[in-house]
């Protein structure tokens, strides 16, 4: 395994992520920003940021396999979430967790970032996702 991930008890607790990755490997893996939007660019779960937040896992996880790495992989995630507010923390993670089994994103995930946007690729657009991986 190139990734070691830990929380040290001296950071906050709990969070739904790992404070700390450490990574060995020579490939460097980043996939851009990935949305609720099907490979023929249809939007997926329009109006619903728990859909959407598990399509843009989703493809997320699709570009890491197209390299041959997964998100046991991935030393960090990166969320951007359209209007933010603390109320919708609940929605944000249920679509994590909806998918977390499907596509192998261990929970806690890797260390996360949750950034509030104004605005999106497009006015439907809820959430994004970014995804660093490190491979051998």
């Keep these: 395994m190139t990734v070691h991930l830990s929380s040290p008890t001296t950071l906050m607790q709990p969070v739904p992520y790992h404070h700390v990755a450490v990574a060995t490997g ?28 598990a399509q843009a896992l989703r493809n997320a996880h699709t570009g890491l396999a197209s390299v041959g790495a997964g998100f046991g992989d991935v030393v960090r995630l990166t ?33 996360a970032s949750l950034i509030g946007v104004a605005y999106l690729f497009e006015p439907d657009v809820l959430v994004e996702v970014e995804a660093t991986a490190i491979l051998d």
């Design 79 to 111: 969320f951007y979430v359209t209007n933010w507010t603390p109320t919708k923390i609940e929605a944000f993670m249920a679509g994590i967790e909806a998918v977390a089994d499907e596509i192998g994103l261990p929970l806690p995930m890797p260390p």
């Design 26 to 53: 020579t490939r460097h893996v980043h996939v851009s920003g990935q949305i609720a939007r099907t490979a023929d660019s249809k939007p997926v779960a329009s109006g619903d940021l728990a859909g959407q937040v």
